[in-house]
C-alpha cells in the first residue's frame, strides 16, 4: 500500500513537470517579459543613498541621581522603545525637521518647475517616506535611516532628526518638571494659609475656653502637668509605702540573733550595730577573765553587770526599731491614701475639663500639626524639584552622528533581476497551468483511456512526413511498425479493409493512414490505399499522380477498376484515387456498388486502407465506417477538446462499426517526458537492430516466404 501511493505522488510530480516542459516556451517568454520589464523599471529609477545616525535612549532621569529614591533605579518598561519609534516619526518631531531645514523651499526647488515651494504636508510625507526607525536588539540603542538621492542631504536629515528628537525630549521633561513646580508653589501657598487659619482657630479656642499653657502655643495645658505630677506622687508614696511594709513584715518575722543579724541590712541603724559590737568585746573579756579569776571577783562581777546592762540596751534599741518602723508604714500609708483621695478628686474634675475644654483643644492642636506637616513636606518637595530641575539630563545620546554616503543602496540591480527571474518563472509556470487548465483537449495516453475507453494502437510524433519522402530508414517509420503490429493484434493477426476517422479536419489522418500502408508494404504486405475523401482529397499529391480518375469513376461505372488502380514506386502498395467528383453525385457512396467494391478489394489485397473526411458533420465516414473490418479514430494531440473525440466515437459506435483504438496524432515528444522516453526507447531499439538486418536485397527475400505462408494459414 504505502508503494501505490509512492507512485501516485510520483506520478502526480511527473504530471505537473509535463506541463511545464509542454509549455516551457510560454514559461519562457513571460519569464523573459518579466525580466526585461524589471530590468528596464531598474534602470530608470533613481540612484537612492542610505545614511543612518545611532542613538541611545535612556528614560527620563538625571545625570547624577541627588536624592535617594525608595525604589531604587527605574522599572524596565517592555513599551518605552517603540512608544519612542513613534514620537521620532511623529508629526510633530517631523514637522519641526521641515522648519529648521526649511525643506519646503529646498525641495520646492528640486521637484516643482517653477521653484516654488511645497506645502507643509507634502514636505512631511516625502520626510516620512525616506525615515526608517528600527532597533538594535537586546540593546536601547536605535538607528535613525534616511534613504535620499543626495547622500549629503540624507545625512543632514538624519543628524537634524536626531537633534530635534533630542530637544523634544529635554524641552518636554523641563516643561512637565516647571509645571510641577508651579503646581507645588500653588499647593504650598494654599497650604501656608490652611496653617495659618489652624493657628487661629487653635488660639480662639483657647481663649474662650481659658485654656493656660506653658511653654508656648502647643505645650500641655497646666492642669494636665498638675495631674500627671499628682499620678506620679501616687505611685511614689504607693512604692514607699510597699517598701516600709516589707521591712517591716520582715522583722515582726524575725527574732533574737536572727533579728539582730538582719536589722544591719533591713535598717541600718549603727547604734544596734556598736552595742552588739561592745556585747561581743564584753563577752570576750569575761571569758578570759574567767579563766585566771571566780566569778565573784569584782572585775568578774562588774563585766557581768556591763553585758547584761548591754543586753538590755539592745533589746530596748531592737524593740524601738520595730515601733519606729511600724509609725513609718502607717505615716508612709497615710500618705498615699491622702494622695489617693485627691488624685481621685482631681481625676473626676479633669475628666469634664477634657470634655468641655481640652477636647476642642487638643482637635484643633492637632489639626494644626498636621498641617504643618504637610506644609513642610511641600516646601522640601519645592526645593528637591527646584536642585532636580537644575541638574543637566542626558536621555538622548548621539552615538554615531550621519555621514554622507557615497555608495548608493537603491536600485539594486543583481536583487531586482534576482526577483524579476523568480517572478517571471512563477508567473510563466501559473500562466502555463492555467492554458493547461482551459485546454480540454487530449493530452495523453491515460486520457484517451480515461474519456474515451478505447486503447491506444499508436503514438505518432510531430512533424512527421510521408515516408516516402523520408525513406524507409525514417526514425519515424517505428512508430507505424508498432501501429501496424498492434492493429494486427486488435484484427487477431487477419487481414482486411481498414479505416481512419476523425472528429475534425486537419488532425492527421490522410498522412497517417499513408505511411501505415507504407510500412505495411515495406512488411511484404500487398496493400491498396483508398483515397475515399471524396470532398477534399490529398493522397494524389502525397504519391504525386493524378487524380483525374479513381473511385467516383469506379462507382458510377464509367471505368474498370483495374484502370483505376494505379501501382506506386513502393513495391506492394498500389493506389486508388478518389477521382473527380461531380456535384450531381453526392452521397455517391451509400450505394451497394460501395459494398461490393469493398468485398472486391478485400480479395485482390492483404490490406486496403479507406481515407475519410471527418465524421462530424459528414454522412460519408458514416458509411465508410459501416462497410470495413475495423475503424481507426485519429486524435491530434492538444488540438480539439475531448467533446469532440468522444462524440466521433459515439457516431462510429451509432453505425454497429468494429472501433480497434485510437491513434494519438502529432505528439510533441521534445515536450511531454512520456512520449519523449517512449519515442526514443524506439529509436534507440530501430537503430541498433539496423546493424544486425540484412541488406534490402536479403530482407525482401526473406519477407516474401513470410507473405505465403501467412496466405497459406488464412
Known amino acids: 500500500m504505502p508503494d501505490k501511493e509512492t507512485q501516485e505522488i510520483g506520478l502526480h510530480f511527473l504530471d505537473y513537470w509535463r506541463v511545464v516542459r509542454s509549455r516551457k516556451e510560454i514559461v519562457l517568454a513571460v519569464a523573459l517579459l518579466v525580466i526585461i520589464t524589471v530590468t528596464a523599471w ?48 511623529s508629526r510633530q518631531i517631523l ?62 536629515v538624519a543628524n537634524e532628526v536626531a537633534k530635534v528628537y533630542r530637544e523634544h525630549r529635554l524641552s518636554e521633561k523641563r516643561a512637565q518638571m516647571m509645571r510641577g513646580v508651579e503646581a507645588l508653589e500653588s499647593e504650598l501657598e494654599k497650604q501656608t494659609e ?26 500641655m495645658a497646666i492642669d494636665k502637668m498638675k495631674l500627671q505630677a499628682m499620678q506620679g506622687d501616687l505611685i511614689a508614696a504607693r512604692v514607699d509605702m510597699l517598701v516600709r511594709k516589707s521591712r517591716l513584715d520582715q522583722i515582726k518575722d524575725l527574732s ?15 547604734s544596734l550595730g556598736n552595742l552588739r559590737q561592745q556585747i561581743t568585746d564584753t563577752q570576750v573579756s569575761l571569758k578570759l577573765m574567767l579563766e585566771n579569776l571566780g566569778e565573784n571577783h569584782p572585775d568578774v562581777k562588774r563585766l557581768t553587770a556591763g553585758l547584761e546592762e548591754l543586753r538590755k540596751r539592745l533589746n530596748d534599741g531592737m524593740n524601738g526599731m520595730k515601733i519606729g518602723l511600724t509609725a513609718d508604714y502607717s505615716v508612709a500609708k497615710a500618705k498615699y491614701d491622702v494622695l489617693e483621695k485627691e488624685l481621685n478628686a482631681v481625676k473626676a474634675t479633669d475628666i469634664d475639663a477634657e470634655r468641655d475644654k481640652y477636647l ?70 501559473g500562466l502555463a497551468f492555467f492554458l493547461e487548465y482551459l485546454d480540454t483537449s487530449i493530452k495523453t495516453v491515460d ?132 477521382g473527380k ?18 468485398k472486391n478489394l478485400k480479395a485482390r489485397y492483404d490490406y486496403v486502407f479507406f481515407d475519410s473526411p471527418p465524421i462530424i458533420g459528414v454522412t460519408d465516414a458514416s458509411i465508410l465506417a459501416s462497410e470495413v473490418d475495423g475503424v481507426m479514430l485519429v486524435v491530434q494531440y492538444r488540438k480539439f477538446p475531448k467533446v469532440i473525440s468522444m462524440r466521433a466515437k459515439r457516431m462510429i459506435e451509432n453505425t454497429g462499426s468494429h472501433i480497434l483504438g485510437v491513434v494519438l496524432n502529432n505528439i510533441n515528444i521534445m515536450r511531454d517526458d512520456y512520449y519523449y522516453y517512449y519515442h526514443s526507447y524506439y529509436a534507440d531499439y530501430y537503430y541498433r537492430s539496423q546493424e544486425s538486418v540484412p541488406k534490402p536485397e536479403t530482407a525482401a527475400a526473406v519477407a516474401a516466404p513470410t507473405v505465403d505462408a501467412r496466405k497459406e494459414l488464412t
Open 194 to 219: 490652611k496653617v495659618g487659619k489652624a493657628e487661629e482657630d487653635l488660639e480662639r479656642i483657647r481663649r474662650t475656653l481659658n485654656i493656660s499653657t506653658a511653654g508656648g502655643p502647643g505645650a
Open 42 to 89: 531598474t534602470m530608470t529609477l533613481p540612484r537612492m543613498f542610505e545614511t543612518e545616525a545611532k542613538v541611545s535612549l535612556k528614560e527620563d532621569q538625571a545625570d547624577v541621581d541627588v536624592f535617594e529614591r525608595s525604589g531604587g533605579s527605574f522599572s524596565y518598561n517592555p513599551y518605552f522603545l517603540r512608544t519612542q519609534f513613534e514620537i521620532i516619526q
Open 256 to 270: 533574737g540573733e536572727d533579728l539582730l543579724a538582719a536589722q544591719s541590712f533591713i535598717v541600718g541603724d549603727a
Open 447 to 578: 486520457d484517451v483511456e480515461k474519456y474515451l475507453g478505447l486503447p491506444v494502437l499508436g503514438a505518432i510524433p510531430q512533424r512527421v512526413k510521408p515516408l516516402n519522402e523520408e525513406g524507409p530508414d525514417s526514425p519515424h517509420a517505428e512508430a507505424y511498425r508498432v501501429l501496424r503490429a498492434n492493429i494486427q493484434f486488435a484484427n487477431k493477426g487477419n487481414g482486411g479493409a481498414f479505416t481512419m476517422i476523425s472528429g475534425g479536419a486537419g488532425e492527421g489522418k490522410s498522412t497517417t493512414l499513408f505511411n501505415l500502408a507504407y510500412v505495411c508494404a515495406q512488411q511484404g504486405d500487398k496493400v491498396l490505399i483508398v483515397d475515399s475523401d471524396l470532398r477534399r482529397p490529398v493522397l494524389h499529391t502525397i504519391l504525386g499522380m493524378s487524380n483525374r480518375f479513381g473511385l467516383t469513376n469506379v462507382l458510377m461505372r464509367d471505368v474498370p477498376i483495374e484502370e483505376t488502380i494505379k501501382p506506386t514506386a513502393v513495391p506492394n502498395l498500389h493506389f486508388l484515387p478518389s
Open 360 to 429: 476642642p483643644y487638643n482637635k484643633a492642636e492637632r489639626k494644626l500639626e498636621n498641617e504643618r506637616a504637610v506644609l513642610t513636606a511641600l516646601k522640601a518637595r519645592l526645593s528637591q524639584q527646584g536642585i532636580e530641575l537644575e541638574i543637566p539630563r542626558t536621555p538622548v545620546e548621539v552615538i554615531d552622528p550621519a555621514e554622507p554616503s557615497n555608495s548608493p543602496v537603491s536600485p539594486n540591480l543583481f536583487f531586482n533581476i534576482l526577483v524579476g527571474i523568480i517572478a517571471g518563472i512563477v508567473s510563466g509556470i
Open 581 to 598: 467528383l461531380p456535384k450531381t453525385s453526392i452521397g455517391l457512396l451509400d450505394s451497394q456498388r460501395m459494398r461490393e467494391l469493398v
Open 95 to 156: 514637522y519641526k525637521v521641515v522648519e529648521n531645514l526649511n525643506l519646503c523651499k529646498e525641495w520646492g526647488k528640486k521637484f516643482n518647475e517653477d521653484k516654488s515651494p511645497i506645502n507643509r504636508g507634502l514636505a512631511f510625507s516625502i520626510l516620512a517616506g525616506s525615515l526608517r526607525v528600527q532597533p538594535y536588539r537586546d540593546t536601547s540603542l536605535i538607528s535613525i535611516i534616511v534613504r535620499m538621492e543626495d547622500g549629503t542631504e540624507a545625512a543632514l
